[in-house]
């Protein structure tokens, strides 16, 4: 397993949302449901906000992770059901989730989505008192919101880890470092899943 | 019964004490989602790898719970501090009770 | 040829025309390569937009012109809300390359679906007010006046001062001001250039033959490759004998895929003369023995099968059958159909150190990088991806990008040398991603006073969404391929519609229309079925079950333009049909004689759409015209049979298309009635066809539910 099973297509890392175009949002994508009846006229993503993600959420919730993850903990939420927010709850519950501290690379754009290389890598001294406890993958469009998790913990050195996941079409993917002190830290990507936008 | 497929880990062979090594991991297994169909339009029953974990010298060191949205053949890397030569033990296990295990030695120098 | 040497020659490389075989070699900016923002001056007003101080007005098109105009409707909704002199406009290829590194800023670059327009126009249209404003602006800070004071005509921007300028003195200024995030839209009675018919720009160069399509790249110290891939879907290359061609003239390389090798050449036709001989053994699988019998007895399974999922159920149909007077049963059936684009498919690919580019005719500019990243294992920042005009596309160059990749793969092995793959019109014909079988069993239940009460559709057919996005079927059932039925305006009580997938090894794809290719066949012909089971006119039969719908206008309009209700002239036969899809609404009535039974004569087709707003009136026409020529062409030839699980079509001699002789007077009722955008490219392809079958039922009496009619014994008349 040399360098020939090294994920490839991976943008740059390493910057912040803003640099990454999420500032003013042209985003206007396909959407699970309607990539074949898509409304004649969508207006830009709206900068949702979920707060406490633990009390709601709304069919579009991620859209909230999309225009930056930070207002997830600032802002009421709209409450209704929403799979991947009530998998965030379960998961942890009312605890916040913050934007920062985790570096999150996947391909800006994926074929099939069948074998996607997916990239998390957490800012942390890996130590016995300051540790990654554990990744969480979670997935906005999905069928399911739960792709995968990973528990670490100090003996691991490197808080970096990498799989393969499949994408059923463009969304938008969180990955959630739990610390060992309890608090998350979060990234929202963006990927398209080019063979979602056919005739 | 049993159809999850052999492994393959990569493991350095021996690293300095204190090092930090990167390990990889995959397992040969259809990782069927349970959202694809048959001919006739039927679900294909899901059939996937549901747990990862792997030991050093008899402590987990890393586990991981997968979810239909893993890739065929799951495959995954994480990293580890050698600190003594020892044993990795990488388990499989499936949502059909197939498991599979690999081993590798860990040098530390 | 160094990569250094490349890059040198990047910006304006030799493209030989095909019309230039003789040697003459003709200077071409290839799309994507001269960028207009990478010219001195020429500043990005807003990433859609570039002024040039000449005033020349580039307009980035995200979407592919394959012919339906879209380099030119699109430019028409920029320029609407810019102001710009139309004269000065220049439309070219956004970058794939700058629109992914900018993190996806031209949006969506796939072309189908007939949403080009539809599904751009609220964003190109606020570009265009974004920049207008901004160059409004930096005019007025330049003379110290309010922005509010001034404003902009056909380019030039004046003050009641008496101040005057150009866009292209003020763009290099504008570029830098912020961009409007909520610019105003013109009210639509405002409107100067959308909804007229400026000449189209991709008309000329295709007129003159200088168009430039992907089969035309030529690169300097090129080869040319020519495929064969495995006749049985789903198998594979077992091996193959070099050695038989590698001393063939001209032949430098065989390289092979999983289920594909290709002999590359120093020309095409050396490279094409050597995969025609070069030995090659498959594992066709486990699919050897599929035949068109076998999967027509696969389909009936899913007709015959005790239950199927249920896409919709109105009512209580069971009971409504009890209580009927008549009950009307009718199956109908149509095959496998292949994209046939006169160019067949073609990518060059170069692949130099970490970099490589490709040239290739697509419909998404996107799956082309996307597969060409993945195929070469480099990230994407890596890819460029020229986006070739194509020789037609419909449906067949957007998700399915196999001769991109193996392109890529042929380039890969060659380092620095530019390989241009062409597959040959035999592997065209026997490779496509084609239009679905499909077998369906439609019953209906009148009244004693022939109201038609109640209908049951049960379809059994190939599913092309779950071949490529299998978690959009919700319960078994394939949300496009029940189109039409699912959705269908009639206003009946009682509805069932059952979906039974039944998935063969043929590869399915979208073709132009997709389920509007068959499924509004089977529903109008069906319906003009139960008209005249209940002793009723076709067209007043349907009346009232579309009554406060916009199915209604078209269909009264094509009603009044064929004269339906009065006598045709001796010997001619009407036939009618509506159909609502990709958010327009059509209708089509024919008008044909029938000759001996057998030969058809079609006298003229009108079809009437309203796709709520139009942008170009004489592109929409050329749709609907070009619309009403696929159907015709798919209702008598086309099909596709399998034998020996492989496709027994290989080129136009055995897959014929329409001949121009055979084209009628085609007339075309635009009514946008507003409110809605709708798409024009494939909607008008669903009247026609069973407005064809329901012509050919009053003028024979013959009721046909198969489709092609060349297998009904018809032709048309020469």
């Known amino acids: 397993m040399g360098s020939a099973i090294k994920p490839s297509g991976r943008r740059p890392v390493g910057r912040g949302l803003e640099e990454q175009g999420r500032g003013p949002r042209y985003e206007d994508r396909v959407t699970t449901e309607n990539a074949f009846t898509r409304p004649a006229a969508r207006g830009p993503r709206p900068p949702l906000a979920v707060s406490g993600i633990h009390d709601a959420g709304r069919r579009r919730a991620l859209g909230a992770l999309a225009a930056g993850v930070c207002l997830l ?16 709850r379960e998961t942890f519950g009312d605890r916040k989730i913050q934007p920062g501290r985790v570096r999150f690379e996947l391909p800006r754009l994926a074929e099939n989505g069948n074998i996607v290389p997916a990239l998390v890598s957490v800012d942390s001294p890996m130590t016995e008192q300051d540790y990654v406890r554990a990744i969480h993958i979670f997935s906005e469009k999905n069928p399911l919101p739960r792709i995968l998790e990973m528990r670490l913990g100090p003996h691991n050195g490197r808080a970096a880890v990498s799989a393969r996941i499949r994408m059923a079409t463009t969304q938008q993917v ?18 398209d899943v080019t063979v979602s936008s056919c005739t | 019964m049993s159809r999850i497929g052999p492994a393959r880990v990569r493991v350095p062979e021996q690293a300095k004490r204190g090092d930090i090594v990167e390990i990889r991991t995959m397992v040969e297994h259809p990782n069927e989602s349970g959202f694809r169909h048959d001919n006739m339009g039927r679900p294909i029953p899901r059939h996937i790898v549901t747990s990862f974990n792997c030991t050093y010298n008899g402590k987990e060191v890393f586990s991981a719970v997968l979810h239909p949205a893993v890739s065929t053949n799951p495959y995954m890397t994480f990293h580890l501090r050698a600190v003594e030569t020892g044993d990795l033990v990488f388990t499989w296990k499936d949502d059909q009770g197939g498991v599979t295990t690999a081993t590798q030695k860990l040098t530390v120098v | 040829m160094s990569n250094q040497n490349f890059q ?47 005033d020349t007005v580039i307009i980035r098109i995200a979407r592919s012109e394959l012919g339906q105009g879209t380099f030119t409707g699109l430019s028409q909704l920029v320029a609407e809300e810019l102001e710009c002199d139309w004269s000065k406009v220049r439309p070219e290829y956004a970058d794939v390359n700058m629109h992914i590194k900018r993190n996806k800023i031209f949006k969506d670059m796939s072309t189908g679906g007939s949403r080009g327009i539809r599904d751009s126009q609220e964003y190109v249209r606020q570009a265009g007010a974004s920049a207008r404003e901004m160059l409004i602006a930096a005019a007025a800070q330049e003379w110290g006046v309010p922005a509010a004071e001034c404003k902009a005509e056909r380019s030039v921007i004046t003050h009641p001062s008496g101040k005057r300028t150009t866009y292209g003195k003020v763009a290099a200024a504008a570029s830098k001001l912020e961009v409007p995030k909520e610019p105003k839209l013109k009210d639509k009675k405002d409107w100067k250039i959308i909804g007229t018919s400026p000449a189209r720009f991709d008309i000329p160069d295709k007129t003159t033959g200088k168009q430039i399509y992907a089969a035309d790249v030529r690169l300097p110290g090129m080869l040319h490759a020519s495929v064969v891939q495995v006749p049985v879907f789903g198998g594979k290359l077992k091996r193959y004998d070099e050695a038989a061609v590698k001393d063939m003239i001209g032949v430098k390389k065989v390289v092979a895929g999983e289920d594909w090798v290709a002999v590359v050449a120093n020309n095409w036709w050396r490279a094409n003369e050597a995969i025609k ?28 099968a005790a239950s199927a999922p249920v896409a919709r159920k109105d009512g209580d149909a069971d009971a409504a059958f009890a209580g009927a007077a008549k009950v009307i049963e009718a199956e109908y059936y149509s095959g496998y159909l292949n994209h046939a684009t006169m160019e067949p498919q073609t990518a060059t690919a170069l692949y130099t150190d970490d970099k490589l580019e490709v040239w290739v005719g697509t419909q998404n500019g996107e799956a082309s990088i996307a597969a060409a990243a993945e195929t070469a294992g480099l990230p994407l920042d890596n ?3 020229h986006k070739m005009h194509a020789g037609g596309g419909f449906g067949r160059r957007g998700p399915h990008q196999e001769y991109t990749k193996q392109a890529v793969k042929i380039a890969q092995s060659m380092p620095g040398t530019p390989v241009r793959l062409q597959w040959s019109r035999e592997e065209d014909m026997k490779q496509g991603r084609y239009r679905p079988v499909s077998l369906v069993k ?3 239940a009148l009244d004693k006073d022939g109201n038609w009460t109640a209908w049951q559709v049960r379809q059994a057919d190939q599913s092309i969404i779950a071949t490529v996005r299998p978690t959009m079927i919700k319960d078994g ?5 029940t189109r039409c039925f699912v959705d269908n305006p009639y206003k009946v009580a009682n509805f069932t519609n059952e979906y039974a997938m039944r998935q063969t090894h043929i590869p399915p794809g979208f073709w132009r229309a997709v389920a509007h290719t068959n499924n509004p066949f089977y529903r109008e012909c069906f319906i003009d079925e139960l008209a005249h089971a209940a002793g009723k006119d076709p067209y007043e039969f349907r009346r009232p079950f579309l009554e406060g719908k916009k199915d209604l206008g078209v269909l009264d309009a094509v009603a009044k333009a064929v004269g339906w209700g ?32 057998t030969v058809i004569d079609v006298k003229r087709v009108i079809v009437a759409i309203d796709p709520g707003h139009i942008v170009h009136a004489d592109a929409v026409k050329a749709q609907l015209e070009g619309g009403v020529i696929w159907g015709l062409s798919a209702i008598m030839h086309e099909e596709i049979t399998i034998k020996d699980g492989r496709v027994v079509q290989s080129n136009f001699s055995d897959y014929p298309v329409l001949h121009l002789l055979h084209t009628p007077k085609i007339e075309a009722v635009i009514m946008p009635t507003g409110g809605f955008w709708g798409g024009v490219g494939e909607p008008p392809i669903g009247g026609v066809i069973p407005a064809m079958g329901n012509a050919i039922f009053a003028a024979t009496g013959k009721r046909i539910r198969s489709m092609p009619l060349k297998n009904h014994g018809f032709s048309y008349k020469t």
């Open chain 3, 277 to 304: 001989v070069l030995p090659v053994e498959w594992d066709v699988g486990e699919n050897g023995n599929v035949s068109s019998e076998s999967i027509m007895q696969f389909l009936r399974s899913g007709l015959d």
């Open chain 3, 442 to 444: 439609l019953r209906a």
């Open chain 1, 73 to 88: 903990i600032t802002r009421p939420a709209i409450a209704t059901p929403d799979e991947l927010v009530v998998a965030l």
């Open chain 3, 566 to 597: 009065t006598p045709a002239p001796k010997g001619v036969h009407r036939g009618i049909a509506v159909v609502d899809s990709y958010g327009s609404f059509t209708a089509a009535a024919v008008e044909l004689s029938v000759e001996n039974g």
């Open chain 3, 8 to 54: 040198a020659g990047r910006r304006d490389f030799l493209v030989k025309s095909a019309a230039a075989s003789g040697g003459l070699v003709i200077g071409f900016h290839m799309p994507g390569f001269a960028l207009a923002a990478d010219a001195p001056g020429a500043p990005e007003v807003t990433h859609w937009i570039v002024i040039q101080p000449d």
């Open chain 1, 174 to 191: 969180l990955a959630v470092a739990e610390m060992s002190d309890g608090t998350l830290w979060s990234a929202a990507v963006d990927i």
């Open chain 3, 383 to 385: 890819v460029f991806v």
């Open chain 3, 477 to 481: 059932v394939d949300p496009i391929n």
